[in-house]
């Protein structure tokens, strides 16, 4: 009866149940539990195996650039990093208010793992999240104008309660690329959270999107009341990478 039982949970997908109740039959555990702890134990398995899965869906449907936590986030001084700004960040509230955080800093310094740090804390959370480089992105985007799955592509980011859009103003934005974005910061406006990180200042940013009144239009919505990190400090890569001893004979 037991393996009876064990084949139709596995065949109506109950995966963290049918576990639970292999590994309890095989442990003896069954005989201690009454009715209805028994119950509770593999509603609790089969629901902890479906968050589990759930939450490594979210994530990879992200397409993170890094496998990012909170945890792991160096704050050292020079940085100008505030644990407690970033642990206010991680609880994700900011995306439940539909605000904007701008990571600022120069290359190497970690802000697409800041941004993928908290991405995969929002998916943790249980939010739909997209991490996209910006060039890769708007490359994509004018492909999808050209095969007709423009408003497919932008419908799909709209959808994400938090866009990540990494290396922000690499290189100035064209008209086509420029008026993608404009549609995608107005979609986004005040209904959902975006993150984005650049080498560039955000002074620098109006420069770099061009066409005045349009710019004027993205970084009012943009930048008013956007929560900000502005990293200093020397690039972590280099920190990071090993020293070679060269020896002249």
């Not at 644990?83 to 190497?108: H, P, W, Y």
């Not at 209904?191 to 560039?200: H, M």
Request: net charge positive; aromatic share 8%; glycine share 6%.
């Amino acid at each position: 009866m037991n393996n009876n039982s064990l084949e139709k949970m596995r065949k109506m997908k109950m995966f963290g149940m049918f576990q639970a109740f292999k590994t309890s039959l095989e442990s003896g555990q069954p005989i201690g539990y009454t009715i209805d702890e028994m119950i509770a134990y593999l509603i609790e398995a089969e629901w902890d195996d479906r968050q589990n899965r759930r939450i490594e869906r979210q994530i990879v449907n992200a397409r993170f650039r890094y496998k990012a936590s909170i945890e792991e986030l160096s704050y050292q001084t020079e940085r100008n990093l505030d644990r407690n700004q970033l642990l206010r960040l991680a609880d994700c509230n900011f995306i439940k208010r539909n605000e904007t955080l701008l990571v600022t800093g120069s290359t190497g310094i970690g802000k697409s793992y800041i941004a993928s740090a908290l991405g995969h804390q929002a998916c943790i959370l249980g939010y739909r999240v997209l991490y996209a480089s910006t060039p890769k992105l708007f490359a994509r985007l004018k492909m999808a104008k050209a095969d007709g799955s423009y408003l497919k592509e932008l419908t799909r980011i709209e959808r994400q309660q938090l866009l990540i859009l990494d290396d922000f103003g690499l290189q100035p934005f064209d008209a086509q690329s420029r008026a993608a974005l404009m549609e995608i910061i107005e979609d986004r406006h005040g209904k959902s959270s975006t993150i984005i990180t650049s080498q560039l200042p955000v002074s620098k940013w109006h420069e770099v999107i061009g066409e005045k009144t349009i710019a004027d239009a993205i970084l009012d919505r943009l930048v008013h009341d956007a929560h900000r990190l502005e990293l200093t400090g020397e690039s972590m890569r280099r920190k990071r990478k090993p020293q070679v001893e060269i020896s002249y004979q």
